[in-house]
């Protein structure tokens, strides 16, 4: 294993050590409001800071954009951060959120880690060198079309704006698949499409700690991804295509009919 994936897995279990154990006392956790419908709690802060400890120490010149502190700068190398990616249902206690790292070297994915502590599941992918889950290879699935697939997606919850064009595609994907799932951990979401537990997803407004390694594992489980403009910004756009290179094309087509100037557009630095 490269051994700074060794340093990701590491950082991601401790945090995930550190989401369990503050699992069974949400009710007295310190909640912050950030913005409409976004709320971190400590155990966002406490599981970032001891990510960002072990890769500090590991690799001090590095460079870190984490959700909860921000930019930290550095050399080429930038490691992206969700310490719990899917606050909202932790702090419901649906089972559902997990820790997301992702190494970024000169714009280019190389690492990702998505570590799920309730299920103790580990997805990890280098680039060029596979997605795996717990140490055995993973891939895409085989689906060819939207009847019998099984979506995923998350709800523009924070970006209302686009709430007509959302359910102009829900309409059309929800119309010929077999289900869609929200189950509110864009990481997770897209680990499960690397994995073949859903043949595909799709979001709009998703940040850089969202799906740096969620994508990587995609990619590296011979699926595609792209922004609504067939492209590679999702990072700049927030907006994600997601599955298989078949269920990529039957997705995009599903979805471009609904597709505003507004959603195209890449977001300010
Ligand atoms: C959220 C989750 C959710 C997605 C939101 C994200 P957070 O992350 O990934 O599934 O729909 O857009 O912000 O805030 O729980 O880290
Ligand atoms: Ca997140
Ligand atoms: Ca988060």
Do not use: C
Request: charged share 20%.
């Amino acid at each position: 294993m490269h051994p700074m994936l060794n340093i990701a897995v590491r950082a991601a279990r401790n945090a995930g050590e550190i989401i369990s154990r503050s699992a069974d006392n949400v009710g007295k956790l310190q909640i912050n409001r950030k913005g409409i419908n976004d709320f971190a709690t400590e155990v966002d802060r406490m599981a970032e800071q001891e990510i960002i400890k072990i890769i500090k120490t590991a690799f001090p010149d590095h460079a870190i954009l984490a959700e909860e502190s921000g930019e930290h700068k550095g050399n080429d190398f930038v490691w992206i951060i969700d310490p719990l990616d899917g606050t909202t249902n932790f702090l419901h206690g649906f089972p559902v959120y997990a820790v997301s790292i992702a190494l970024q070297v000169k714009g280019k994915l190389e690492l990702g880690v998505v570590y799920d502590p309730l299920r103790d599941e580990l997805f990890t992918a280098e680039r060029g060198g596979g997605a795996m889950m717990n140490n055995r290879r993973i891939r895409v699935t085989n689906q060819t079309g939207l009847k019998g697939a099984l979506i995923g997606t998350g709800f523009p919850f924070k970006s209302q704006q686009h709430l007509d064009a959302y359910l102009g595609m829900f309409r059309t994907i929800h119309a010929d698949s077999a289900g869609i799932r929200r189950a509110g951990a864009a990481a997770l979401d897209l680990a499960y499409v690397a994995i073949g537990r859903l043949d595909g997803f799709w979001e709009i407004g998703l940040h850089p700690w969202d799906m740096a390694a969620g994508i990587l594992l995609i990619k590296e489980a011979g699926g595609v991804a792209t922004d609504f403009a067939f492209q590679d910004n999702y990072m700049e756009t927030g907006n994600i295509i997601a599955g298989n290179p078949k269920m990529h094309q039957v997705m995009y087509k599903a979805i471009e009919p609904h597709v505003t100037e507004a959603l195209t557009r890449l977001k300010a630095k």
